[in-house]
């Protein structure tokens, strides 16, 4: 930018630029949670709404010229959500959790950037796209108690979701767009992921040794239709697995003055979903996208520590060591 004229500056309160709006966001959301006392078995409702509208806009370039200014970032998105769960009410040595959910997504938006020739009036669009998402889940828990101290739980969770992406006709505001357009896909997916935990449970405290696993559904960048030098089409995201593995234990000595925890994990990583860049080497500028790396895993030892030394005194403290690899 300042290469062919800009101003700019390395104070954050005196900086020069050629944005002069602010963002204008309205958020509302809203919540409606109903739980009923049934023979043996509570019943809950919970119920979600959410929508979100903003106007922002970003100094790309960092100067006073009109380069790779983002004039204006519309964002449109609204969901709704349901789940029902029935959770058991007994004093046995059973209990258990049912429960199914559902949501609907719906989401947009635009992008107006200034052309690179400091054209005033003369805007870019980086293509006007909308995602529709709509996702079921599934999923129970059982624990079951042998003794005062053994217990063991295990569950699953069924999830499947479903995006569909459209980019259209950009706004009359646009002179071009970079995004080709009309483009159009959809996807799917779905998963079981399951979960065992044993736990033992002592004078001082309890141990347990955990497994489950993690589902994050796939998806499109923006924009979904968007050529990347060198790559091609803006790829489409695979779903994240993860399968957790970890052996802890909690403890409370000194009658109860002082707590020990800690945990050792290791998190092993299918297709992890990562941010990465690319420059044109034509224009110079870099676009951010997301794609899956090959593989991931973490390693890690977790250790916090709190002592009452008086009635008016607390001490803690922590350690966390990470070994992690992508």
């Known amino acids: 930018g300042e290469a062919l004229g800009g101003f700019s500056g390395t104070d954050s309160d005196n900086m ?90 719906t989401n947009e938006q635009f992008e107006l950037v200034a052309d690179l020739q400091d054209l005033r009036g003369f805007a870019i669009s980086l293509g006007n796209q909308g995602t529709d998402v709509t996702a079921y889940a599934a999923f129970g828990q059982l624990s079951y108690n042998f ?101 802890g234990w909690k403890t409370e000595l000194f009658d109860d003055t002082l707590r020990l925890n800690g945990a050792i994990y290791y998190y092993d990583y299918t297709d992890l979903q990562v941010l990465r860049g690319t420059t044109d080497p034509t224009t110079g500028t870099t676009q951010t996208y997301l794609e899956n790396a090959s593989d991931a895993s973490v390693l890690g030892l977790d250790l916090d520590a709190t002592w009452a030394a008086t009635d008016n005194l607390t001490l803690s403290g922590g350690l966390n060591i990470l070994d992690t690899e992508y």
């Open 16 to 105: 020069a630029s050629a944005i002069n709006n602010g963002t204008d966001t309205d958020e509302y959301s809203g919540q409606l949670r109903f739980d009923v006392e049934l023979e043996n078995v509570d019943f809950v409702s919970v119920t979600t709404y959410w929508d979100y509208d903003s106007d922002s806009s970003v100094d790309a370039d960092g100067t006073s010229l009109i380069g790779q200014d983002v004039n204006h970032i519309y964002q449109k998105s609204h969901s709704y959500s349901q789940e029902f769960q029935l959770i058991s009410d007994t004093d046995s040595d059973w209990s258990w959790i049912l429960g199914a959910y559902y949501l609907d997504e």
């Open 147 to 247: 003794n005062e101290q053994w217990a063991l739980t295990v569950g699953a969770r069924y999830s499947y979701e479903e995006k569909e992406v459209e980019v259209t006709k950009p706004s009359p505001l646009a002179a071009l767009s970079t995004a080709p357009w009309p483009y159009k896909d959809d996807a799917d997916w779905d998963e079981v992921t399951p979960k065992v935990s044993l736990e033992y449970s002592f004078d001082y405290g309890m141990a347990y040794l955990t497994y489950s696993a993690g589902f994050k559904s796939g998806g499109y960048n923006y924009a979904a239709s968007i050529e990347l030098p060198g790559i091609g089409t803006t790829p489409v995201l695979e779903p994240e697995m993860l399968d957790m593995y970890e052996l």
